[in-house]
């Protein structure tokens, strides 16, 4: 008997700890680490956590860029205030995961496709982007940028419309999220980035010799790699060279 009692002390311990869902959620109070980049209205922090899944935080906010992987994966981050989901494949769309680390107020944006794929508490705190459409939310204006394969042999993966990138504006900073795509002239032709994060590996999405020259056209003043399982960023870096005022920035995202 005695066994038994203490044995069950620690177990609702862990169970608190643990929370509803079993596994570890976000974290109200914590802080994001990462690098800092100035805006007008604080810093803004970047936070890389697996492949196509990061996070920031800006002027109290935190946003969660297609957030995967089961709620451990999040644990000791602050609870997003808002997120953004580009795409419906599994590394950019679990809406377990989505579920757990949503808060009751988080906003979420996303394309029709990924809205489509929610539970219906979920899609009630969504506001659908297609390409091309602008929403102000929480001091953000986001635009939907175009992400789609131009390679005949990739065109399988991402057709044109259904995915979103996103350009996001926050105290005069602008920050380019990629989504899965290949150099598309409506990347190419983006104008004033401060801060792009932009996608490189194959099959499914471009090599560093497109991503480098796609850079080297809309000249980010930072560039960061993601999504780039088995690219060489080394030779990605050489590609874009010291002449084109482009900072290259290579962090752990695996």
Known sequence: MHHSASAKIPALILGLALGCAG??????GAELNGDAIPTSQGDL??????????AMAWNTNTIYV?????????????????????DIHGDHLNPETLAAVAGP?????????VAEKLPDPLRAQTTVLAN????????????????YNLTADRLRFHTKGRGNG??????GARVYISGDTEDIPEMRTLKNIDVAFLC???PYTMDV???AAAVRAFRPKIVYPYHYRGSDLQKFKRLVGDDAGVQVRLRDWY
């Not at 922090?45 to 990061?54: E, K």
């Not at 297609?66 to 580009?86: E, K, M, S, W, Y």
């Open 23 to 28: 596994q570890p959620s976000p974290a109200a």
């Open 45 to 54: 922090i970047i936070h890389p956590i697996n492949h196509a899944t990061f």
């Open 66 to 86: 297609d957030p995967v992987g089961g709620a451990q994966r999040f644990a000791g981050l602050p609870r997003p205030n808002l997120i953004l989901v580009t």
């Open 105 to 113: 107020t988080t906003r979420i944006v996303a394309p029709a496709a």
């Open 132 to 147: 091309g459409q602008t929403r102000s939310l929480l001091d953000i204006t986001i635009q939907a940028i175009p992400m």
């Open 166 to 171: 996103y350009v996001l504006t926050l105290g």
């Open 200 to 202: 490189m590996n194959l």
């Open 209 to 211: 010799q497109q991503a």
